[in-house]
């Protein structure tokens, strides 16, 4: 046999599939695992610089668009078409000297079965290589652009529904999103958790929420900005860009707890703290506790923390390969019943058959 024929008989048997799965469901499992496109300093900040070299140097940071995510994918591919088209013309031939359509459609289910498998790994594969995804966070009544989409985001409302204990029943965002490039009209819906919508050809989920306020800076006792900053958000002064305002956390009902630092007692607004941290050309110059209607006095510049409320965070994501994912699963369910629940039952009646004529034959 020569060299070129192992190899494609390598190439199409089920041992090389079998390899190719288990190393597709490491990469993905290490592609879950590890938080994907953030930069090496965010992953020596979490890590170890040693982790953060070896996750970018192997393209962990960014696996579903690597040169060996694609490669596997390629081959599984091209392996389950092989095998398919191999093991068509035996199909066709044993399905003409059947008998009867449940023994024709039984014969069928394992290659069935394959080309769901085929067009579910398609699906996903393509899916993680190609698709979108953005966030986007604020309070009610801002409007942000949503990536390099073309689409702009309102929020129109944001509640959170408690129960009886004060515990978080739901969240709920009322959006309405445009597409400034098409000058289209806005399509509005109703996002909450576990209900996405579906908005532009791109899906929006409820995220989760978080704590912001108004911060205001006035210049030597004149007003100067006025804007709704998040909680991990900075406010740079607009006639000083080089110092900045950092809103590091929100305490609704501030306390001190000794060996811990700043905490909150409840979710409820009975004392409320802000945590900042002021900084200038990149050094930080102090950090401390505000609290409700004391003001943070730099130079010339006076800072107020007011107005804390939440905002809600939405995810947006585009994936155009969901529905072939979906056909996959679906033909590969068709598949299972061909096998399990269509071809065994001729095989009973046949046993059946068997077990007959022996006991007539004993008689």
Same mark, same amino acid.
């Given at each position: 046999m020569s060299v070129l024929k192992r190899i494609w008989k390598f190439i199409s048997s089920m041992r090389f599939a079998i390899i190719l799965l288990v190393v597709l469901a490491v990469t993905c499992s290490i592609g879950s695992l590890v938080t994907q496109n953030q930069s090496y300093a965010w992953y020596a900040s979490r890590y170890s610089e040693r982790t953060a070299a070896l996750i970018v140097a192997l393209h962990l940071d960014d696996a579903f668009h690597s040169l060996y &995510?694609? /490669?596997i994918t390629a081959f599984l591919c091209l392996n389950l078409t092989l095998c398919n088209i191999i093991r068509l013309p035996g199909l066709i031939k044993?399905?003409? %000297?059947?008998s009867g359509l449940r023994e024709r459609l039984g014969i069928w289910g394992a290659w069935v079965t394959h080309v769901g498998v085929l067009l579910l790994i398609l699906g996903f594969s393509l899916g993680q290589m190609t698709h979108k995804e953005y966030a986007a966070y604020g309070v009610p009544g801002q409007t942000m652009a949503i990536g390099d989409t073309g689409l702009v985001m309102t929020i129109d409302d944001f509640r959170v529904d408690l129960r009886a204990d004060d515990t978080v029943e739901q969240y709920t965002s009322e959006i309405t999103v445009y597409d400034i490039a098409r000058s289209s009209s806005g399509k509005s819906a109703t996002v909450s958790v576990n209900n996405p919508a579906d908005l &532009?050809?791109?899906r929006f989920y409820q995220n989760s929420t978080g704590w912001a306020a108004r911060v205001t800076i006035d210049k030597d006792g004149q007003p100067l900005q006025d804007s709704i900053v998040c909680a991990g =958000?900075? /406010?740079a002064v607009s006639d000083k860009q080089d110092l900045v305002i950092y809103f590091n956390a929100f305490y609704p009902d501030y306390v001190m707890i000794s060996g811990y630092g700043p905490a909150t007692a409840s979710g409820k607004l009975n004392n409320p703290g802000y945590l900042y941290s002021v900084y200038y050309q990149g050094r930080i110059l102090g950090m401390n506790v505000l609290m409700e209607g004391e003001v943070l006095t730099i130079d010339e510049y006076s800072v107020h923390f007011t107005e804390p409320q939440s905002y809600t965070l939405i995810?947006? %994501?585009k994936d155009s390969y969901t529905p072939l994912a979906f056909a996959g699963g679906i033909i590969i369910l068709l598949g299972l019943v061909l096998s399990l629940y269509v071809k065994p039952r %001729?095989?009973?009646?046949l046993q059946n058959d068997l077990q007959t004529r022996? =006991?007539?034959a004993s008689s």
């Open positions: &995510f694609i /490669l044993r399905t003409g %000297k059947a &532009f050809g791109m =958000d900075y /406010l995810q947006i %994501k %001729k095989n009973n009646r022996g =006991d007539d």
